[in-house]
């Protein structure tokens, strides 16, 4: 039997506990919970005897590894997973997996739902612009992109995508046009929108001159991670191109001074790509299916530090 805790800063939402404590229990495991910590001594204490954690936005570093003497797989129920330290949790034999595409559908709907609210300028009671017709230009065709196409093509839109290691054909094979570079996709496109993971290679990528070959009016949205833009060069751009607008769902950290593009610039208050009930629910239960798997049969299917 395998002792699994659910480690979460911000709660999943009871029914989601719920259905996860079905999963754990019925295959025999043990399920214990902690919500709402306010002090890291408060996880390290939690995770002294556990085999198996599931986590959120919450940082596992090699400090709490080393504080779990037992542990042998943290999953984050999400797809983003920049939040566990990867080196220390290979250094520690212990496996890392993330739930990809449980929340793709919410963050896809987010995306169209911030471009409707921007072309309409912020539901100011100005007259706006449509999506259809527009061409959105979709930087990395994994979970998330390939439900914002899905979602745009109903919008009317023309869909193009690059993806560094997603091949053209398969791009192809979803009805959206294929860009041979990242490069090509920003100047085609009426919208970028941002779907890479925070890697070495990404981060500080969407930078001055990236953006800068953006059309006339365009729209930078990004639903992906802080970290890939490089805030000093795109707030300096912003300065001298009163056409582009910069709409994000995570929080620059120059906040305050890209607020002052009045008209240009939204944030949601805190990240809510990911925040429906339907994806909390359903990236939780993968995370307990996925431990079940990893303890009954070796699965370690979804591990990103192989
Ligand atoms: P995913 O792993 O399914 O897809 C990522 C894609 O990026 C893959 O197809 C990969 O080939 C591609 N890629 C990697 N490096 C690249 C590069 N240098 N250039 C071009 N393409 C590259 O991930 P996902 O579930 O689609 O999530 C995408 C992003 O969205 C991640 O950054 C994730 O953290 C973020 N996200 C945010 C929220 C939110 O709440 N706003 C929710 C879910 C995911």
């Known amino acids: 039997m395998a002792k699994v805790l659910i480690a979460t800063e911000k709660p999943f939402a009871a029914t989601a506990v719920a259905g996860m404590k079905d999963v754990i229990e019925g295959a025999g495991n043990e399920l214990v919970l902690l919500e709402k910590y306010t002090e890291k001594a408060q996880l390290?204490?939690?995770?002294?005897?556990?085999?198996?954690?599931?986590?959120?936005?919450?940082?596992?570093?090699?400090?709490?590894?080393?504080?779990?003497?037992?542990?042998?797989?943290?999953?984050?129920?999400?797809?983003?997973?920049?939040?566990?330290?990867?080196?220390?949790?290979?250094?520690?034999?212990?496996?890392?997996?993330?739930?990809?595409?449980?929340?793709?559908?919410?963050?896809?709907?987010?995306?169209?739902?911030?471009?409707?609210?921007?072309?309409?300028?912020?539901?100011?009671?100005?007259?706006?612009?449509?999506l259809m017709g527009k061409t959105i230009g979709i930087l990395a065709f994994g979970n998330v992109g390939r439900n914002v196409a899905r979602v745009a093509k109903g919008f009317g839109m023309n869909v193009i995508a690059y993806d560094a290691f997603c091949p053209a054909e398969a791009i192809e094979a979803a009805g959206v046009k294929a860009c041979a570079s990242q490069e090509e996709l920003f100047k085609e496109a009426d919208i970028v929108s941002l779907h890479i993971p925070a890697t070495a290679e990404t981060k500080l990528s969407i930078n001055y001159d990236l953006c800068n070959t953006m059309k006339k009016g365009a729209i930078l949205i990004n639903t992906a991670r802080k970290e890939v833009i490089d805030e000093a060069g795109l707030l300096r751009l912003m300065a001298c191109r009163e056409d582009l607008k910069y709409i994000t769902d995570i929080k620059p950290d120059a906040d305050a001074e890209f607020a002052k593009f009045e008209g240009r610039y939204f944030s949601t208050p805190k990240k809510m790509g990911a925040q429906t009930a339907e994806a909390n629910t359903n990236a939780g239960i993968a995370a307990a299916k996925q431990i079940n798997a990893y303890f009954a049969e070796g699965c370690t299917k979804f591990q990103v530090n192989k």
Request: cysteine-free; charged content about 20%.
């Open 44 to 130: 390290l204490a939690a995770v002294a005897d556990v085999d198996a954690i599931i986590i959120r936005s919450d940082k596992i570093d090699g400090e709490v590894m080393d504080a779990a003497k037992n542990l042998k797989i943290v999953v984050r129920a999400g797809a983003g997973y920049d939040n566990v330290d990867l080196a220390a949790a290979t250094a520690h034999n212990i496996i890392v997996e993330n739930t990809p595409g449980q929340n793709a559908n919410a963050v896809a709907e987010l995306v169209l739902g911030i471009l409707v609210f921007t072309v309409r300028n912020f539901y100011n009671g100005k007259a706006g612009s449509e």
